[in-house]
């Protein structure tokens, strides 16, 4: 993968190769470590809220009776917003799985677009980030 980012930006990748170098193992060990803490947290976070998900819903289909318009728009609401709160969860898992896929290939912190260093403060925010601000910001435009 970075292959290709060395040929998008061949004149970023001697800083890249040496900002990826400044990196020692115990220091891609202890990323690693977080991200894998991270990813376990997710992953019971979605197993919880997938729990509680079907318990809402068994109660919504069987207490039906004597609802109205009103009640039946509530609760589509309710589930629309645990799909999407599900959703979320399982977009920041495909992340993290995403980041430390990266770590194993050698391309973690690196602008997957211009191949450049990620900067240390954005991946200390968020360290799943695949792109670097300025191509964050160009892709948020589009």
């Known amino acids: 993968m970075r292959k290709t980012a060395k040929a998008a930006a061949p004149a970023a990748a001697p800083a890249a190769e040496a900002d990826h170098q ?7 060990a202890e990323l690693r470590a ?5 990813l376990d947290e997710l992953v019971a976070e979605q197993r ?10 068994r109660e919504r289909l069987s207490d039906t009776a004597g609802d109205d318009q009103i009640d039946s728009g509530s609760k589509t ?24 896929e990266r770590i194993d290939e050698g391309g973690y912190g690196f602008c997957e677009k211009c ?8 991946l200390a925010a968020f360290p799943s980030a695949t792109l670097c601000v300025s191509c964050k910001q160009l892709e948020e435009r589009r």
């Open 34 to 38: 977080a991200l894998k803490e991270r």
């Open 77 to 100: 609401v309710e589930h629309e917003h645990e799909v999407a709160v599900a959703g979320a969860i399982s977009e920041r898992i495909r992340q993290v799985t995403h980041a430390l």
């Open 22 to 28: 400044l990196r020692t193992e115990s220091e891609q």
């Open 115 to 122: 191949g450049k260093p990620i900067p240390a403060a954005r």
């Open 48 to 57: 919880r809220y997938s729990d509680s998900i079907a318990v809402a819903q």
